[in-house]
């Protein structure tokens, strides 16, 4: 037979798939595997406990894990389905930002993002709040961020993402800035 429902990526905070074996005949045992070091291919495979059913749930994975069905009918001889992986990615994770001050008008912030975040890194903008109507900063995807020519009080944060998980987002900063003055 055949299994489906593998093959696909999931986040590793919460995960759930089901997986089915089509068109087999016999007892079934399911099996599973962790990602082995070359990367890419099972370790060996395992049996799991109490799935003898067509259908199996694998759930709360925090690795990439392989699954596979045995069948086997009396003296006959064992039969393997070929692996389906299940792939995990990371759940992101932020961290925050330092640097934030007040500058004068026209002037240049440099910005630093925290080590120890996981997943890809966004810096974000907003002239309105804390909270709301950020605009991504297309490019800016390092540690280190400098916002050149402010005009006006700004917002920063970073969207940190990975594969198919929910984004996160960091605390917001304050970059004020102050008018220049004019002599009348």
Do not use: H
Not at 10 to 18: D, L, M, P, Q
Not at 68 to 74: D, I, L
Not at 130 to 153: K, M, P, V
Request: aromatic share 10%; charged share 15%.
């Amino acid at each position: 037979g055949n299994i489906d429902g593998g093959d696909i990526t999931v986040c590793k905070t919460s995960n759930s798939t089901e997986l089915k074996l089509y068109n087999s005949e016999g007892t079934i045992e399911w099996q599973k595997a962790s990602e082995s070091l070359a990367g890419g291919t099972p370790s060996t495979f395992y049996p799991i406990a109490n799935a003898p059913s067509a259908t199996y749930l694998a759930a709360a994975l925090t690795a990439t894990t392989y699954f596979r069905a045995k069948v086997s009918s009396g003296v006959c001889a064992i039969e393997y389905t070929q692996p389906v992986a299940i792939i995990v990615d990371l759940t992101p994770s932020s961290t925050s930002i330092s640097g934030a001050s007040t500058i004068c008008m026209g002037n240049s912030k440099e910005l630093t993002y925290g080590i120890g975040s996981v997943g890809d890194i966004l810096w974000q903008y907003s002239i309105t709040s804390n909270s709301g109507d950020f605009y991504d900063l297309d490019g800016e995807t390092e540690r280190i961020y400098t916002a050149t020519d402010l005009q006006e009080t700004t917002w920063f944060r970073v969207k940190n993402s990975n594969g198919v998980c929910e984004p996160v987002y960091s605390k917001a900063v304050q970059v004020v800035v102050n008018p220049l003055p004019v002599v009348g």
